[in-house]
């Protein structure tokens, strides 16, 4: 029997990038997956559908709303929906594609079908047809990602009531669309059906949007929403919802008084939430551990309980992030060839792909606070920046947070078009351990947004130029 030296099971991009890394290290690889296509949750119902609708709605929306201010009349703009989902399937394809393309280019063999670790260097794969082959290698690596949490009252029918899945497909644009949780994915779900003409409403059970992110930076996204016409309603939890006629019955419940109340609505997004994935693959039986959450522990090496058996990305405690579940892949690859594979969770970022865009690197104000960390703050706006104003989106900010007795970088908090490239600046520095000084002596090209970047750095000893 063919012996692999790995066995990765889940093909997201913390299966996909692991064994790739596996495979240039010279080790046998194959990957097991049970989907019809590669790359997991990001590539198919995830990051990259909703990136793609998220850039033809911004499209949409500018037509509409913003060329007319730079001397670009249109006399109709027409939405064409069944085109614009055509066109994300077709960025789908291309990516999922390209998965396959690198398994073939690295000498990855790719199993089709259900796995099952029936021991420690033992994977059964299942395919549809329900046929069975057995697999053995000296390793095995975990990466079957995360699921969306699913509500009692909220029962998922993808056409009504929708998690990301239904939320990426739908046919037609929903008159009203009730938003359940104000995180990354009801943000921009929420955003792509406002801006393509739904009216969005967001009910969040917090007093506050985007969990532990940036309050500031999210005060600046939240007005903005709402001024495309984006409801809110925040300490609000949703407690029952019924199927009537062609739409959903909400009822939820303001926390501040307990008052109840329902909403008709076209369609339901639930996103509160996911959680780790694990069913199937046999765990309870092999005693391999997992937290409340069921998320599988292992130790600070991607080893589980099991010796042989490895465990990395969403179905592992830390942010549900495809990079950070690439770099995991990365570092077990290097371990299990025999290097220094290694993470470094304080220079993960975070981004909310919205218009404006948040993007989060390192400790906020509130958590330096928390932490008894004296820190110096750097704030810049971009209504101060040249090519800002040239562009025309000139809301938001950046700011830089430093130790206040090192001057060494913690963290940078961004709002505004085009923070999700920016961002990168700042966690490259920090990963050298750099310092809001090196920031603000390195050059900036002129005019460009991350000139913002710098002379926020810059403000941190109150020197910024610009304003
Ligand atoms: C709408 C949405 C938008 C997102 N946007 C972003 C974003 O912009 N940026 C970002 O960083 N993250 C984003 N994420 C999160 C990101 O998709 C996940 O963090 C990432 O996909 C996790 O990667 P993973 O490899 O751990 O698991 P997954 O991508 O979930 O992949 C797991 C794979 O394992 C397979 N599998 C599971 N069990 C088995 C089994 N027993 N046998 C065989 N195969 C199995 C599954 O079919 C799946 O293909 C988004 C998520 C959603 C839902």
């Known amino acids: 029997m063919e012996q692999f030296d790995l066995i990765v099971i889940g093909s997201g991009p913390g299966g996909y990038v692991g ?15 049970k989907d019809k296509t590669y790359g997991g949750t990001c590539l198919n119902v995830g990051c990259i559908p909703s990136k793609a609708l998220l850039e033809s709605s911004e499209h949409y929306q500018a037509a509409i709303h913003d060329l007319s201010a730079h001397g670009v009349k249109l006399s ?19 990516n999922t594609d390209g ?17 099952k670790i029936l021991a420690a260097g033992k994977v059964e794969v299942t395919a549809e047809d329900g046929s069975k082959q057995t697999l053995e290698t000296k390793n095995i690596v975990i990466a079957t990602g995360s699921v969306p949490v699913e509500l ?64 500031d930076c999210m005060k600046v996204l939240k007005k903005s929403l709402e001024r495309e016409g984006m409801k809110f309603m925040m300490s609000t939890k949703v407690t029952a919802s019924k199927v009537v006629g062609d739409g959903v019955e909400v009822t939820y419940e303001a926390l501040a008084d307990g008052k109840v109340a329902t909403e008709k609505t076209d369609v339901v ?17 092999l005693g391999v551990a997992k937290d409340k959450q069921g998320r599988i522990v292992t130790d600070k090496h991607y080893k589980t309980n099991v010796p042989g058996i490895y465990a990395i990305g969403d179905v592992i405690t830390g942010p549900m992030l495809a990079h950070k579940a690439e770099d995991e892949g990365v570092a077990i690859a290097e371990i299990l060839a025999g290097r220094a594979g290694h993470v470094n969770y304080e220079t993960v970022p975070g981004i909310i792909y919205t218009h404006p865009e948040i993007a989060s690197v390192g400790i906020t104000e509130e958590q330096a606070k928390e932490q008894g960390i004296a820190i110096n703050v ?6 101060a920046n040249g090519r800002a104003r040239a562009k025309g989106y000139s809301e938001g900010f ?43 002596r390195s050059f900036h090209a002129h005019p460009t947004l991350s000139e913002a970047v710098r002379e926020a750095a810059l403000a941190v000893e109150k020197r910024a130029r610009q304003m």
């Open 76 to 94: 109709k703009v027409e939405l064409d929906l069944k085109t614009m989902q055509a066109r994300k399937d077709q960025v789908v394809k291309q």
């Open 398 to 440: 950046v700011k830089i947070i430093a130790d206040q007795k090192t001057d060494r970088l913690l963290g940078a908090h961004m709002v505004g078009a085009g923070v999700s490239e920016l961002i990168h600046e700042v966690v490259v520095c920090m990963e050298f351990g750099g310092s809001s000084e090196d920031l603000a």
């Open 99 to 115: 998965i396959a393309f690198l398994f073939k280019k690295n000498k990855i063999t790719p199993f089709k079908g259900l796995g």
């Open 19 to 33: 064994a790739i890394r596996a495979a240039q290290l010279g080790l046998k690889t194959a990957v097991v997956e």
């Open 152 to 215: 009692p009252f909220l029962k998922y029918d993808e056409k009504r009531i929708v998690s990301n899945t239904g939320a990426l497909a739908l046919a037609d644009v929903p008159r009203t669309m009730v938003v359940v949780g104000g995180g990354v994915i009801g943000l921009e779900l929420g955003s792509v059906w406002q801006r393509l003409g739904s009216q969005v409403t967001v009910i969040e059970y917090a007093d506050r949007l985007g969990g532990p992110m940036d309050q």
């Open 378 to 383: 750097g704030k810049f706006p971009f209504l």
């Open 269 to 285: 997004l639930v996103a509160t939430g996911r959680k780790p994935f694990s069913t199937g693959l046999g765990l309870d039986e």
